[in-house]
């Protein structure tokens, strides 16, 4: 039998819930043993109660994991009622979460330098790469991209985690270079390419669709991790198909995150 | 220890219990193995496989809706051949363990339905009976398209009936069910299926585009639950051959009322997404409602609607 | 004040706005007069009156189910007479203020919508148009019994359409919809009211009966909203004569799918039960909804569903 | 026009809200505006959030009222999905309630004495309505029945509202007469029915035809509160009908106090 998920259901309570930028909020959930599983790029499902008309689990990746104080921290955007409805949750309040969901990053083996391009809520996957590549010593560089200055995330930690941002983009100019933030990315790779050895990117679709073709101009490998609307998370239902040049992959098992290289963009 | 005999007999199949899985929202099983034993149910129904790949449709291909959810998969398979090379010992194994393998059939057309079938039969030896998935909303030739008129689902039938000597079951669109019931009936079906999702709409209305890749789906959940129920009770008074309930099943008392309507077995669908294990809690909850009721067997309970 | 015109044309009649009321759902109008301005809506549906008063149907009337309701009040009514007696006076002064009143016509026969249809067409002058019910699911004569084929609904209206000349719409039974679409339309039907509630069947596991006096109901709410939204762009693909889109309108957004999917006009049904003034508040929604896609005039939006 | 419902949503604070018998609970509600509009036997009609599935209010006879503290007393059982989240519901919480619902009792001109038959969760209007004979001075005499002694409500209040209990009775013995309270009552009306004017009941429909059918004998005019499965409680949809002499009635408008001898049983 092929190898199902490694996913449980995993008794979880709130520990902070906060806004950190607009819409934006910073979730940190307790859940020792889900959060001695996960590695960077993977997901969790996780149920937020409160809508007895809305039933399935929100799918969501994560910034940090702390294996050691059994917390995961989440960056989620309120974009809609299931999200609105979690970031009402308050610490102390207990729900379950589904995973460990999916696979993570894969670093090249020797990796020399990584390219990170991650634009508006792409940034938490990102961030949590940056972490594990700091603890590799690996160095990186780092483009964010965001719609407004107010909408900006993960600026100060990818700091902290030990690489400058290289670059920041906002659609409307409020902070940094006014406009994409892939801009930054495809001239690093233009000029720069030989230097890298690993691009990763999370983001809008066409965001990362040009990142990818930058990458693959440059011979870069460049992985992406990509969102679908997900039903299950653990490979039952088929909702969360991507297109790859081998066929139809399911992003909750075969993904989130993809060889750019077989996307079909 | 439960004092109710659970065990019933579905279109020939002999099923520990009446719990089975809806097709499509339970893969081939083995992916939720890691969360319960898939053996303590009564069945599986695997999801539709055509003889050859299917794609399915594009993104995005699932909406939630108030009460339910909407998808457009569009039947992505792996095909039979597909099918059987990836799961095929693990559904022989569970076949072995006294679960009844049940395995759907897709097509585009009757030639396809039976091209497809001719495989299953050829190559799954374990499974238990062959589901013709004649009510699949999401494709655009086969599935909905075929079933959704007596002489359309008694063509598919009448071509496929031949092919194996296991029982042959339908699952059946929510339209017209009493007349494609007796139709397919008489074409010799050995159960029948009752009922797909309900096609439906969901509008963005700020970009005025579904939200989904086409502009209907398939509708799942709780919100189809008293409309199943109704059809199954329909299908029940209009033929002899047994019945399988399915349509928004969240706990014991959804199962109740189908068998309470006429059903011999009732499938869990997407209450499985966020509780991987909710067939064996609504197998025990099932379990403990017979019980109220004072019976010895889960059979006394078939039909027992009072009108 | 908004900036976006929202007089729309039903069917010939001219309504300040699209938000209808629906048939059932709001008594006589008078029911809700304390509650808000009713005048204020585009139209109002009266509940279905026969020729003579209708008892219904015996207790229990009426159950909750998961995200809506299912009844079986079976079309009580005091019949036309009873009707113009108690209600004209209020119905004829909404009609001078410019909401519609729109007259539901109920039957068991041919010959019954007949009857019923000339009294209205005598008694009620302040009627701005007639809505043939041939989709009641809670009576066992006329009703959806007779609106259910194309035949059905065709010989209702062929009957009923040389009596007036005011628009005569149908409200439709949420079955086999663009063929008896096409066939009303052939016969002369000026719009199509969709969809009437979708039958369910709720049954009490513990005294294995029908939640009903009756072994089915009629569902209502958002559990039909995805299923009405299809249902209303089937029609309106199918047909050019206008349609009111029906089914589980508790939010403007709900509505601007009506509106999107090629709906004219939009009534709001169970909603008003538990938030008499839902209508009004719906209004508005749509009004803001129609602003913010940056349109003049609502009926930019009819029908601007981008596949 | 006929008259419409006086009714409007009113927003209510939750008072309090402790159980006082098995599955029973007593609920105050802060609705000054309803308080001052309501009599004996009318009915509201509460909404109670957590379960976006459950769409309709839910209607509730009320005890007592307290106009000046604009407070209003509900005594409810607890047997379905409904109740049990308004037993949930906290202090301080808030929702609006639609009433006043229907009319009330209508006690005769000159009534000398009345018996009050009250079954279950019957109990609440009838306290009601004794609350109301004993401000005016007229003497009642109450048979209360329950299906066991820890479902009893309402005894301490009686006595409390002026008049001994005369009778109460359990289906399965463990407080008082062992079987019906119409057994009392239909004594009381065949040996002393001269001496009443009034018979008042509320509790399971065949009680009630009991009680009636004893009135009737005894040629005492009855008023029974009937409950229905009522959708809107303002007399728009018609789920709440009653079949009377006079045909259908509403019993949200109607009702859901009507003459006995009208119903039929
Ligand atoms: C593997 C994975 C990881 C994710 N990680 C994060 C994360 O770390 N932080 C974060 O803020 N969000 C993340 N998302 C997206 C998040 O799941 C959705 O934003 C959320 O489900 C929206 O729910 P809602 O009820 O608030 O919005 P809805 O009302 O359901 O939808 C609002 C809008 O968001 C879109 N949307 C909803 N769900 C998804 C989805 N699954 N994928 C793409 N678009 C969607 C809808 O199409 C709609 O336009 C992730 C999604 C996936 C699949
Ligand atoms: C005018 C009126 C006054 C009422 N006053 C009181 C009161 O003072 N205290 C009290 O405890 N209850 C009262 N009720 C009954 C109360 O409304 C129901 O018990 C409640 O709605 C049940 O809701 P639920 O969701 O908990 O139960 P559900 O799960 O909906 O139903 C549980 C059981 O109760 C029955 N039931 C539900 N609603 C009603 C109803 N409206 N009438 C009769 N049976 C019903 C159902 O058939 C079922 O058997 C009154 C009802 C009416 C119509
Ligand atoms: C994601 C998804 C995929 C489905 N795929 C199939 C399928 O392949 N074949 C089929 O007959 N039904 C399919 N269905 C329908 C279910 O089998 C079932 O009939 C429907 O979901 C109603 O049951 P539920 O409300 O319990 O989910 C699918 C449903 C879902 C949600
Ligand atoms: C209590 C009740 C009574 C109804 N009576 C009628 C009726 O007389 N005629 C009719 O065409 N539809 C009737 N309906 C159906 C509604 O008009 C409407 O089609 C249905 O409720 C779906 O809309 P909703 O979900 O917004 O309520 C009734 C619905 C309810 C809930
Ligand atoms: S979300 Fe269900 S298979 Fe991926
Ligand atoms: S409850 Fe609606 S008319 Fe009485």
Redesign the interface.
Known sequence: MPTPSPARVHDVTIVSNEPIARDVFALRILAPALAAALVPGQFVNIAVPGNAMSLLRIPLSFAEVDAEAGTIDIWYAVVGEGTERLSRMEPGATTTVLGPGGHGWTIPEGCRRALLIAGGIGVPPILCLARELARRNIPYTVCIGAASADRLVGEAEFEAAGSPVISIATDDGSAGYHGFCTAAAEQVLETEGDDFDYVATCGPEPMMAKVAAAAERAGVACEASLERMMSCGFGACATCAVETKSGMKGACMCGPVFDAKEVVW | MSSVSMAVDFAGIKLKNPINTAS????FG??????FDVSRLGAITT?GCAAE?W??N??????????????S?GL?NPGVRGMVA??G??LADLASKGTAVICQVAGHSTAEYVAALELFEELCPWAAAFELNVSCPNIDQGGAAAGSTPEGAAEVMRACRPITKRPLLVKMAP??LPEIARALEAEGADGLTVINS??????D??T???KLSK??GG?S???L???A??MV?EVCQAVDIPVCGVG?VMTG?DA??FI??GASAVSVG?A??????AAVRILAELEA?AE??GVRDINELIG????
Do not use: Y
């Open positions: 499509g929202t339970f893969g083995w992916q939720f193995q890691n969360f999801k790949p794609p399915g594009p993104k995005p291909r699932m909406t939630e809706v108030r009460g339910g959810m909407m998808n998969v992505q990836e799961s010992e693990f339209v017209r309900i096609p439906g709409m969901a509008i209305v700020h005025r585009r579904s502009p209907t509708l959940g709780p919100l639950h008293p409309i129920v109704r009770w928004g008392e109740a009322e309470l309507a997407m499985s997404f966020p509780e991987p294990d409602w109220s009721q027992a609607f009072e009108c």
